[in-house]
Structures are given as C-alpha cells and as structure tokens.
C-alpha cells in the first residue's frame, strides 16, 4: 500500500546552505500535513555563511551571530525538524532509510525517508604527514572550524602564523592573521600562489602579498609538522626548511564529503563529488537529491564536470532541489567558474578556463593581458588593474578572464561571467554598453580594452 501524500517524509542530510536552502523551499512548497521534514546536522550550527569565517578571524565581522542566516529555533519554527549535533553514520537506499547517531550521547536511530537530500558538504584536506592533526593546527571550513581557530589565537601567547596553501583560503586567512597583528609565511606547493591563475597572473598575487609584509614561500612543500615538549605545534617542515609557528592554518582546498553517498553505493565523479542530472536528482535515482559542495557542476565552458565549493551554487543547489521536492519543476544548468577574493587591498577575480584548463580539454586559444586603470586615470583614487583574457582561435569565442587589482577589480569579473554563460565572442564584447562616468571607469572599460586587443589578435590569427 502506497503512503498517502500526508505523511510523506524528506530527510536532509546536512543542515547548512545547501541542505536548509533545500529544506525551506520545500516547506514553501507544502505545508507539514503535506510533507513532514526532518533534517540531520553534525555541527553546533546551522545556515550559516562559511564563506564568511576568514572575515571573523580576521575581525572584520564582529560576531559569530552575524554569519548566521537562520537559527535551528528559526528552522523549527517554519515546520521543519532540525536536529543539531546528529551525524547520519549509514543510507540504507534499498530500505529508505538514514540511521544516525547523537554526537554527545552515541544513541543511535534509523529514519525512514520517502524523498532524501544529501548536503553533506565539503571537508579540508589534511595532509598525510606527522603531527597534521596536532594542537594548534587548523582547517577552516565549518563554524565550529573557525570557532577553535578563534580559542586558539585566544589561548596562543605567540605570533607566529604558518598558513599552508595560498589558495582562496589561504590567502584569506594569511589576511586574517596580519589583521591579528600576526607574522605571517604562506607556505605554497605551487609556483605561484592562487593556482586558480594562471601563473603569470599569480606572480602578481605573490608581488603584492610579499608587499604587506607576508612571507611566501613558493614551490616548497609541508613534510611535516613538528610539536614541543608540550605537544603543540611549534614549527613546520619542509624538505629544505624550518618555519617556527605558533598556530598553523590549513588552506589547501577542500574534498567532497562523500564517504556516506559512496559506502550507499551513490555514484561519484572523478572529483569525488556525487553526480546529478539537471534538476539535483543523484543519477539513476529517483528519490535522492544532493547539492553543494558534495557535488559535481557542469563547466558550461568546458563541458566537463568540476568540483567547486561556494556558497552561491550551493543555495542555489537547494533552491533547485527544494522546488523539485516541493512537486514544482526547477534546473541548475551549470557554471562557469567565477570566483573573487581579496587579500589586504588587493583583489583577485577568475572566471572560466585557465590556459591549462583549455588546453586539457583541446581548445586551441589566443591570450592577451592589459594593464589599465580602475578610474579614468586623471579622476582620483585611479589605481592599476592587470586583466587577462583568453578566446577561442577563429571562433573568438570568449573562453576566460583573470583580473588582479586593487579597489574595483575584482567584481569587474562579472561582466566576463555573463559574456561567457552568453557564449559571446570577444567582438561582441567590444561592443558592450557598459556603465561610464570617469569616478567608475576609464571610457574604455578594462575589461572592454582585453576585448578589443583579443578581438584583433583571433582576426590575426
């Protein structure tokens, strides 16, 4: 006998952006006689925005409160059944089932579910080596994450910061501890630090990091991290070197938390995120969703899966999914891959291939990098801007942007998104009605200027 629409049941596996995002547009979609919700969280939080954790080290955010977009009494108060500090240990996909254990007591319960959403996010890779999980040493990914961060520095007498990785985090939180009045060394596997640049353009990301006082440390490894008599880190190592620390903080990216979908024999990519069709649904199942950063996304670029862990997508993961659950109709199409960060004043903005990006996936490309200025140059507080840009060879398809600068760099990407979701050529491009006044922008965007010079470098080709 098949269950009545009233007792219908959505599990949620994970109750940050994704998962609640999820859970609260299905709840828009139907009352609780319709669809009973009951969602799963690890972690002392819920709805909160992770992207925001290096502003709170770094004291920019005051509160901790101030990155939190919903309560679990909010969520309880809309209808759905949060239960904090519940980690789903097992799926049970033949038996529709989660079973899950209450993190301070161990007791442990199975739930049965009609619809399931997994969000279970993302988690900070921990190098293989001894003393990564030592006192002192930080990955910075979850509130709770940047919580122990913050009763470290609370605790630590020292001043000595080793981050390790110069990636977004990285970079973000080599910004945190300076602002903490910290001596700071990134230590960097790559040549270069932001490995999502292509080199040239990272060398500008190290000029201007070296140029606030930070120590970078480029194309060394971490092979170990070593403790003093009191277990605490004290240093790390390299092969050929020894930087003294007195907290250490992990930005070496993050991994899709997978381990439950995998074990429930859930299909993953080669990224280790969970595959889904356009509408969230897991492939080859018709009652499980997932999104955020658990997932892979179609690269509209490129064509191919990527993972990338980002607040936006996942929200709109669970936009997409909480109207498919609701009984409405909604798809996530893809990306393209644009990211902005900033360290100090300094802005950095991605979006689409690198050239190594394109050329794994056999595009042959022109590129041009342009220096120009934020303002028209005579109206004050103009400041450089380096933009480069990549197009397709004959087609002049727009294929990437990479912008390094300082005060409104880093969201001057966004025109390059949209060129690049429109499928425009860099001559279409040329020919953009941007916004102009000389306290904006020269008469000729930046952006606009990479354009033309890309326009007429494909004619040449």
């Given at each position: ?219 060394a490894e971490v092979t170990k ?232 470098k494909v004619r040449a080709s």
């Amino acid at each position: 006998m098949s269950m009545s629409a009233a007792n219908e049941r959505l599990v949620v596996i994970g109750g940050d952006a994704a998962g609640m995002s999820a859970a609260s547009q299905a709840r828009r979609m139907k009352g609780p006689d319709e669809l009973e919700i009951v969602a799963f969280e690890r972690g002392h939080f819920s709805s909160y925005s992770a992207c925001g954790i290096p502003y709170w080290v770094g004291g920019d955010v005051e509160e901790r409160e101030q990155l939190i977009a919903r309560t679990p009494e909010e969520h309880r108060a809309r209808g759905i059944d949060l239960r904090m500090r519940t980690e789903v240990t097992e799926i049970d996909v033949a038996g529709q089932r989660v079973r899950a254990r209450d993190v301070d007591s161990g007791a442990e319960s199975w739930t049965s579910y009609d619809k399931l959403v997994i969000a279970t996010g993302a988690r900070p890779i921990r190098p293989e080596m001894p003393g990564a999980d030592a006192p002192g040493v930080h990955g910075v990914q979850t509130l709770d994450d940047g919580q122990a961060l913050l009763d470290t520095l609370a605790r630590t007498r020292g001043r000595r910061a080793v981050v390790v990785g110069a990636g977004y985090i990285g970079v973000e939180m080599a910004e945190a501890l300076i602002n903490r009045g910290y001596e700071v060394t990134v230590v960097n596997r790559g040549r270069e630090p932001m490995s999502t640049l292509d080199p040239d353009m990272g060398r500008l990301v190290h000029e201007a990091m070296a140029g606030l006082g930070i120590t970078m440390v480029d194309d060394a490894e971490v092979t170990k991290v070593l403790t003093g008599e009191d277990g605490r880190v004290r240093a790390v190592a390299t092969e050929d070197a020894e930087y003294p620390a007195d907290v250490v903080v992990l930005g070496i990216g993050v991994r899709p938390e997978t381990a439950l979908a995998r074990a429930a024999g859930l299909p993953v990519g080669r990224y280790g995120g969970l595959l889904t069709d356009l509408a969230m649904r897991v492939r080859g199942h018709e009652n499980i969703w997932a999104g955020g950063d658990c997932v892979e996304v179609l690269d509209l670029v490129s064509g191919q899966e990527r993972h990338i862990a980002l607040g936006t997508h996942a929200n709109k993961h669970g936009q997409v999914i909480g109207a498919n659950v609701g009984g409405g109709y909604a798809t996530f199409p893809g990306v393209v891959g644009t990211a902005v960060s900033k360290v100090c004043d300094l802005e950095i903005a991605r979006t689409g291939l690198r050239e190594k990006d394109a050329r794994r996936v056999g595009l042959q490309f022109e590129t041009v990098t342009i220096e120009s200025t934020s303002r028209a140059g005579y109206y004050p507080g103009a400041s450089p801007m380096t933009v480069k840009m990549l197009a397709e060879r004959r087609t002049g398809r727009l294929l990437g942007v990479q912008i390094v600068g300082r005060e409104g760099a880093g969201k001057r990407v966004d025109i390059a998104a949209v060129a690049l979701t429109a499928g425009m050529t860099v001559e279409q491009m040329t020919a953009l009605d941007l916004g102009y006044a000389p306290p904006f922008s020269p008469v000729w965007d930046p952006v606009l200027v990479a354009a033309r010079k890309a326009a007429l470098k494909v004619r040449a080709s």
